[in-house]
């Protein structure tokens, strides 16, 4: 082999972190743009040529969205809806799956991974009769709805990532328990779901994430404003007025971004491989 | 001790099959029990909705009307007649192809680059998933306020160094397309770039090192080292981001809502403007089934392809 001095190694170090800085200020660039703009009062958002930070910090854009929007009722609606539709995703799939790994059905197997193909369906075809069958119960514009509604969504991801977690357990753990006098649902409460923990919590932060950016439902089974989440607030503030208020919606923007990356800074590990082995949106 | 006491206990009264018989049964009957939300969810969820489009399909049907009339097949007749049918059909593969050529290149790029050992590499790569953990609505509008005339700093910039290219993409007949393709994949490269790393470290070290005492180009080891065993993993995201880019909607909803004169209008916003827009469920539910149809077809083809590959890769 070629031997290479230190040196020269660290110098080629060095030249891959500048370049792996510089390819990561350009995929920054309109997140780290939308963060300093917030903070610019509006006259410095006009100026011409713009400047990157602004002169003059200033909050008012926040204080503006928190006193005299909806938004916060937003943030709530959509913190409800997301955590009632992860919560009863992973309740439903802990199940499935527990009962898929440890007893044998003919499909049932197939069945429950088969489930994963709803990735593929066009999320258009899906809120078609949605909005038909939510509007012949009388149910459009209701938060409740809108949660059952993202379960298409929150379902086949926490399937597909608590599987691996739950068949990694060993059987005898909870055949051990079972033995010293718990039932199934006992051993279970008490083995399975302390063993697979770490999984919940990766499945909860991952299902969240993904409802929380959703739009396409929210788009077409909430027309209330005060019913509306994240993701619609701002939709209608770019799409509905023409003159835009820039700052404001640079606010909102920053404030739709704080909960996701909080969370995905909380459990990167998981993320990572939840990411990458799953394969999802 | 006592439970297994208890169960020495019931085996003298009942004959031991017999009690492993009714234990397994009933265990088979909580299992069943356990799966059953979910059977009912999906049944609910996913195949009832489904059955609802294809029958919505063959209605005349308003969107908040409560009647509707069975035309057969007029809707797909319509839908295909319609002016705009054919212009979506070949907007929507240039943007899924686009974006995703994009996306492969840049993906690959980065993951090679994110490969290498250098500090602060693992931060770096961290960071580098945010465009992909945004909201779809952060980030149209982040790129629109780049691009507005007004504010955008991208625009001042297009301006003021004359560089070829619209100013405002987004409302510009020729740069739309372009301008949508862009954001699709800013937003969703680092799903590649996670990918192919994952992939990158399988790849065994020595056999680097033994190219390169056989004299091998950094070249030549990345075409006969690197890219054949990513090849089977570029085939399966490849397959899951066209059909991804297909069925995106909030790119082009939010950026041009199909405009300018629908040199943007993919498929989903085409059904959208059917149902939402034009007010007929009918229409919007047939198109969906044709899209659900291409969609299938497509899976197939590419299916076909993938084994094939990975008999030769193999």
Not at chain 1, 24 to 49: A, D, Y
Not at chain 2, 284 to 305: E, N, P, R, T
Request: glycine share 6%; charged share 10%; aromatic share 14%.
């Amino acid at each position: 082999m070629t031997s290479i001095s230190p040196a020269a190694r660290r110098f080629e170090s060095m030249v891959f972190t500048l370049c792996a800085v510089t390819v990561l200020l350009i995929v920054l660039l309109p997140l780290v743009w939308m963060f300093f703009s917030s903070f610019k009062p509006n006259t410095e958002l006009f100026q011409r040529p713009p400047q990157m930070l602004p002169r003059v910090w200033t909050v008012e854009h926040y204080i503006e969205l928190w006193n005299f929007t909806t938004f916060p009722r937003y943030f709530l609606n959509t913190f409800l809806v997301a955590g009632i539709a992860c919560v009863i995703g992973i309740l439903v799939s802990l199940a499935s799956v527990y009962a898929v790994t440890r007893f044998q059905f003919i499909g049932a197997r197939p069945f429950t991974f088969g489930v994963l193909f709803i990735y593929m369906l066009p999320p258009i075809l899906l809120a078609l009769p949605f909005f038909r069958i939510w509007f012949n119960l009388g149910q459009l514009n209701s938060l409740p709805a809108l949660a059952i509604t993202y379960l298409t969504i929150t379902l086949p991801f926490s399937l597909w990532i608590l599987r691996p977690y739950i068949e990694a357990i060993p059987r005898a753990l909870e055949e051990a328990a079972m033995i010293d006098g718990c039932t199934r649902f006992q051993a279970f409460r008490k083995v399975i779901v302390p063993q697979a923990w770490p999984g919940i919590i990766a499945t909860f932060v991952f299902t969240f994430v993904v409802v929380w950016n959703e739009l396409l439902y929210s788009l077409v089974l909430i027309s209330d404003e005060p019913k509306r989440t994240v993701s619609l607030g701002i939709a209608s503030l770019i799409l509905e007025t023409s003159v835009y208020s820039w700052g404001l919606v640079n606010a909102a923007g920053v404030l739709a971004t704080i909960p996701v990356l909080f969370l995905f800074a909380l459990v990167t590990r998981h993320m990572v491989t939840g990411l990458g082995a799953g394969a999802v949106k | 001790m006592s439970a297994r006491n208890l169960a020495g206990g019931a085996v003298a009264t009942v004959p031991t099959h017999k009690r492993n018989r009714w234990r397994d049964n009933h265990d088979r009957f909580v299992g069943f029990l356990l799966l059953m939300p979910l059977v009912a969810l999906i049944l609910g969820l996913t195949v009832y909705p489904i059955a609802q489009v294809m029958q919505l399909s063959t209605q005349q049907q308003g969107l908040f009307s409560t009647e509707s009339t069975f035309v057969g097949l007029q809707n797909f007749q319509n839908v295909v007649q319609h002016e705009a049918f054919t212009r979506s059909v070949k907007n929507t593969f240039t943007f899924a192809f686009g974006s995703l050529a994009l996306q492969m290149a840049i993906g690959l790029a980065v993951a090679l680059l994110l490969n290498r050992q250098f500090p602060l590499r693992t931060p770096i790569r961290g960071a580098m998933l945010f465009s992909y953990l945004v909201p779809y609505v952060v980030a149209a509008m982040t790129w629109k306020f780049m691009f507005s005339d007004a504010t955008g700093i991208l625009n001042y910039f297009i301006r003021t160094w004359n560089l070829p290219m619209a100013a405002s993409p987004f409302g510009s007949l020729d740069w739309s397309m372009f301008g949508v393709i862009l954001v699709n994949t800013w937003k969703n490269f680092p799903f590649m770039v996670l990918v192919f790393l994952a992939q990158l470290q399988t790849i065994d070290q020595e056999l680097y090192e033994a190219a390169a005492v056989d004299g091998a180009s950094s070249f030549q080891q990345f075409w006969n080292i690197t890219l054949p065993s990513l090849i089977p993993i570029m085939l399966v995201v490849g397959m899951l981001r066209t059909i991804w880019n297909f069925n995106n909607f909030e790119v082009v909803f939010l950026l041009t809502q199909g405009g300018p004169l629908g040199r943007t209008e993919t498929l989903p916003l085409l059904i959208y403007r059917f149902v939402f827009g034009e007010f007929s469920l009918g229409r919007g539910a047939a198109l969906a089934v044709i899209v659900f149809c291409i969609l299938v077809s497509m899976s197939i083809v590419y299916w076909y392809f993938y084994e094939r590959m990975q008999e030769k890769f193999r």
